[in-house]
T-cell receptor, first 110, second 113 residues
Framework: NAGVTQTPKFRVLKTGQSMTLLCAQD?????MYWYRQDPGMGLRLIHY???????AKGEVPDGYNVSRLKKQNFLLGLESAAPSQTSVYFC?????????FGPGTRLTVL | SQQGEEDPQALSIQEGENATMNCSYK?????LQWYRQNSGRGLVHLILIRSNEREKHSGRLRVTLDTSKKSSSLLITASRAADTASYFC?????????????FGTGTRLKVLA
């Protein structure tokens, strides 16, 4: 099993550009999550999904959209990137308790 | 201050010593979990303790939970250089139909060989 994978690993955007981060898991987990990690702060939940076709807002959802069209994929979209969205983004999946994390995506918005 | 604050922020010990990290939180929880993050990598789940449990062991890890004080501690015994990492606690709960999963700011542990 590959576990949880994230694409891309690194990305640099200009302010106003859009992009989509892809998270994929091959463990048949129902729950999936997107977090951001900023220096000096714990991870903060952006959006999450409790199953295919469902999404919900987390702690810091503004400026992001998500979709879970397939159980194994959870996409995080930035429609108009802002410098405040410079961060490391982690995806995770979970069967119910405990979360399995991807390696992260380092995003820089200039 | 955030739900799930770790203390200390940084800890440096010699190999073989024990390392203790603490986590405090503000609201009631369902579970509390500890994660390890090596520099530049994703998080690794270490241990989960439910709100009705007081202590849990896993290998060299010992976690305690005191819901009356809203605090937890992670003890790593006989530390090794490979334990060098950041350690995060995370709390989860459902409230009013909303799921809250909140991480603390982490403790940076350095184990010197």
């Amino acid at each position: 099993n590959a576990g949880v994978t994230q694409t891309p690993k690194f990305r640099v955007l200009k302010t106003g550009q859009s992009m989509t981060l892809l998270c994929a898991q091959d463990m048949n987990h129902e729950y999936m999550y997107w977090y951001r990690q900023d220096p000096g702060m714990g991870l903060r939940l952006i959006h999450y999904s409790v199953g295919e076709g469902t999404t919900a807002k987390g702690e810091v959802p503004d400026g992001y959209n998500v979709s879970r069209l397939k159980k194994q994929n959870f996409l995080l979209g930035l429609e108009s990137a802002a410098p405040s969205q410079t961060s490391v983004y982690f995806c995770a999946s979970s069967p119910a308790r405990g979360q399995y994390f991807g390696p992260g995506t380092r995003l820089t918005v200039l | 201050s955030q739900q799930g604050e770790e203390d200390p922020q940084a800890l440096s010990i010699q190999e073989g010593e024990n390392a203790t990290m603490n986590c405090s939180y503000k609201t009631s929880i369902n579970n509390l979990q500890w994660y390890r993050q090596n520099s530049g990598r994703g998080l690794v789940h270490l241990i989960l303790i439910r709100s009705n449990e007081r202590e849990k062991h896993s290998g060299r890890l010992r976690v305690t939970l005191d819901t009356s004080k809203k605090s937890s501690s992670l003890l790593i015994t006989a530390s090794r250089a490979a334990d060098t990492a950041s350690y995060f606690c995370a709390t989860d709960r459902w409230t009013s139909g909303t799921y809250k999963y909140i991480f603390g700011t982490g403790t940076r542990l350095k184990v010197l060989a």
